[in-house]
């Protein structure tokens, strides 16, 4: 089965740089979210966007900003890195009838880890 | 806001049947209850999900009591593959919405 597929797999930086990370859900899948993880650390909810439009917010920095685009698939745009933004990224997807409920079942994709030097 | 707890770690052998639980005091009406399993470095892995009473797959089952403050994930026979971290999750819909958010995992270790 088609699973959540997210690029790159590895990036590195350095600060002050840029970087994109990309996130293909799940055909038919209408909800993304991404998620940060660092090292040693639990994920940690940063954005969600239900068909298209963002649907919530976490504790995303304002360097970062994201979207979904009309196929789907999202962006996770980060800008003035900082070596504290060294972390895995997951995006994760799901189906919601109407809107994110709370009997979604969630996928997750592997993550893309991103390491500033 | 509702948060999970769950024990930091747990040790076992494989062939035992590992019980995880968590509390979830402040859990609302419609959230529903899902665990995940991560190995290191991997994005988590959907094991299973609830709302009350008792829910079995082939790989665990997850017993939720009436008042539905805890679960309990239940790993029968476990293997070595089944050392990770895994993970309870109660839907957070308070702003109407659902954010998965993750607390702090259990890090079971399956021992030969």
């Known amino acids: 089965a088609a699973g959540v597929i997210q690029s790159p797999r590895h990036l590195i930086k350095e600060k002050r740089e840029t970087a994109t990370l990309k996130c293909y859900p799940i055909p038919r899948h209408d909800t993304v979210y991404w998620y940060q993880q660092g090292p040693g650390q639990d994920p940690q909810f940063l954005i969600s966007?239900?068909?298209?439009?963002?649907?919530d917010k976490g504790s995303i920095p304002d360097r970062f900003s994201a979207q979904q685009f009309s196929d789907y698939h999202s962006e996770l745009n980060m800008s003035s890195l900082e070596l504290g933004d060294s972390a895995l990224y997951f995006c994760a997807s799901s189906f919601s009838s109407t809107s994110p409920g709370q009997g979604d079942t969630i996928y997750f994709g592997e993550g893309s880890w991103l390491t500033v030097v | 806001l509702a948060k999970t707890t769950q024990p930091i770690s747990m040790d076992s052998y494989e062939g035992q049947e590992v019980n995880i639980t968590c509390s979830h005091n402040?859990?609302?009406?419609?959230?529903?209850i899902t665990w995940y399993q991560q190995f290191p470095s991997q994005g988590p892995r959907f094991i299973i999900q609830?709302?009350?009473t008792k829910v079995t797959n082939e790989v665990a089952s997850l017993f939720i009591p009436a008042d539905r403050k805890s679960s309990t994930l239940s790993l029968p026979r476990v293997s070595l593959s089944d050392t990770a971290v895994y993970y309870c999750l109660v839907g957070d819909s308070s702003g109407g919405s659902y954010i998965p958010t993750f607390g702090r995992g259990t890090s079971l270790i399956v021992h030969p």
């Open positions: 966007f239900y068909e298209k439009m963002q649907s």
């Open positions: 402040n859990i609302a009406t419609n959230d529903y």
């Open positions: 609830g709302y009350k």
